[in-house]
């Protein structure tokens, strides 16, 4: 199916990218003490968190560039059964 779409002009991906966020490693090795005064282990975790170099991508959908391209009879004859 890949094939026979990209063979016909490929895919228009749409989505969106985002970095999220990581424990800093540095500040691994600090103790609750250092977070302020009543908040305990939960706020030093979220200050020891950093934005990650690595970004993520989600695709919210995938079309054919050219749908006029693609013939559905054709498509659908690609279609298989898995068996359980």
Do not use: C
């Not at 002009?9 to 800093?24: E, L």
């Not at 500040?27 to 282990?41: K, T, V």
């Not at 959908?61 to 559905?72: G, K, Q």
């Amino acid at each position: 199916m890949l094939e026979y779409i990209n063979s016909r002009g490929g895919f228009r991906i749409i989505g969106w990218a985002k970095r999220g966020m990581i424990r800093d490693q540095g500040a691994a090795g600090q103790q609750d003490n250092q977070a302020p005064r009543g908040y305990g282990q939960q706020a030093n975790q979220v200050n020891n968190m950093v934005e990650n170099a690595e970004v993520r991508y989600h695709i919210v959908r995938l079309d054919p560039t050219d749908p006029a391209r693609i013939n559905l009879r054709e498509l659908n004859e690609l279609k298989f059964t898995m068996n359980a």
